[in-house]
């Protein structure tokens, strides 16, 4: 064992507590080391920490943009609890009534009425043919409502381009929108015998949210919104690295490992 002050030798049986060679106090010279590393590596690894909350911050709430986004998001999930469209049959034997929204697929599943419907389109193939369309379609917009979710999700690590795909998934639902509107309003007319359509408003709704999503993810890319990062960070996070892969020695590195200019021009200050 060496001396951690001086590098002197010290003998396995030798119980002193200060160093023969220079009278220093081996256990609190260690604990000096010890501690000096730990600030080191909280240095470093608290850098990564405060990048990710910062880009939180920006991508979730750190703006009027961020916080509206949140709020399209979620009438956007409630939109489509509203009827887009609502279809039921005049036969004597069943009257099965399905209406085309979240809850209403829930309700349609849990009941059996889905399965009836699906039972009917070998005796009526167009009108049937006609409502799994629009199921179709509105799959497609619960699709892009979840994809747009998820990317609102996982946006923070590339705002921009998080954005950019939100925009691109919102205008596509908006489209698709505009599509189960159009067909809301057709269907009633176009169906006879023993299909009944009444349309309903939430494919209107869905459309006008969709847009506004797709508004609010343009102007965050428009107005540039990104995280203000400290650059020091971005040293910290690069050093880390290097610290774990093996390149660099984390106690040949000075405490703090980095140092502002405000920091140094008091450090010069104080010393003067």
Same mark, same amino acid.
């Given at each position: 064992?060496?001396?951690?002050?001086?590098? @002197?030798?010290?003998?396995?049986? +030798? &119980? *002193?507590?200060?160093?023969?060679? #220079? @009278?220093?106090?081996?256990?609190?010279?260690?604990?000096?080391?010890?501690?000096?590393?730990?600030?080191?590596? #909280?240095?470093? $690894?608290? *850098?990564?920490?405060?990048?990710?909350?910062?880009?939180?911050?920006?991508?979730?709430?750190?703006?009027?943009?961020?916080?509206?986004?949140?709020?399209?998001?979620?009438?956007?999930?409630?939109?489509?609890?509203?009827?887009?469209?609502?279809?039921?049959?005049?036969?004597?034997?069943?009257?099965?009534?399905?209406?085309?929204?979240?809850?209403?697929?829930?309700?349609?599943?849990?009941? @059996?009425?889905?399965?009836?419907?699906?039972?009917?389109?070998?005796?009526?193939? $167009?009108?049937?043919?006609? #409502?799994?369309?629009?199921?179709?379609?509105?799959? &497609?917009?619960?699709?892009?409502?979840?994809?747009?979710?998820?990317?609102?999700?996982?946006?923070?690590?590339?705002?921009?381009?998080?954005?950019?795909?939100?925009?691109?998934?919102?205008? /596509?639902?908006?489209?698709?929108?505009?599509?189960? @509107?159009? &067909? /809301?309003?057709?269907?009633?007319?176009?169906?006879?015998?023993?299909?009944?359509?009444? /349309?309903?408003?939430?494919?209107?709704?869905? /459309?006008?949210?969709?847009?506004?999503?797709?508004?609010?993810?343009?102007?965050?890319?428009?107005?540039?919104?990104?995280?203000?990062? +400290?650059?020091?960070?971005?040293?910290?996070?690069?050093?880390?690295?290097?610290?774990?892969?093996? $390149?660099?020695?984390?106690?040949?590195?000075?405490?703090?490992?980095?140092?502002?200019?405000?920091?140094?021009?008091? *450090?010069?200050?104080?010393?003067?």
């Amino acid at each position: 064992m060496k001396c951690p002050n001086c590098g @002197g030798e010290i003998k396995r049986f +030798d &119980l *002193a507590p200060n160093c023969k060679h #220079c @009278g220093v106090n081996i256990f609190y010279s260690q604990q000096k080391e010890f501690l000096a590393r730990d600030a080191k590596k #909280c240095e470093l $690894e608290y *850098a990564t920490a405060r990048i990710i909350i910062e880009r939180l911050k920006t991508n979730f709430i750190k703006g009027p943009l961020q916080i509206l986004r949140i709020v399209a998001m979620l009438l956007a999930i409630g939109s489509i609890f509203i009827p887009f469209l609502t279809v039921s049959t005049n036969l004597n034997v069943v009257n099965p009534k399905f209406t085309f929204s979240a809850l209403g697929f829930y309700n349609a599943f849990s009941d @059996g009425t889905l399965f009836v419907l699906l039972d009917l389109t070998e005796y009526f193939p $167009e009108e049937s043919g006609l #409502c799994l369309l629009y199921a179709g379609l509105m799959v &497609l917009v619960v699709l892009m409502g979840l994809g747009i979710f998820i990317g609102l999700i996982l946006s923070f690590i590339n705002i921009k381009k998080g954005a950019k795909v939100m925009r691109v998934l919102a205008i /596509s639902g908006a489209v698709l929108c505009v599509i189960c @509107g159009g &067909l /809301s309003f057709i269907l009633p007319s176009v169906f006879g015998g023993f299909l009944v359509a009444k /349309s309903g408003v939430g494919a209107i709704v869905c /459309s006008l949210v969709f847009v506004m999503i797709f508004i609010l993810n343009h102007l965050i890319i428009k107005k540039n919104i990104a995280p203000e990062i +400290d650059e020091l960070d971005i040293k910290r996070v690069e050093m880390r690295k290097k610290v774990k892969r093996g $390149e660099v020695n984390i106690d040949d590195l000075s405490l703090p490992v980095f140092v502002s200019s405000d920091e140094k021009e008091k *450090a010069v200050t104080k010393n003067e």
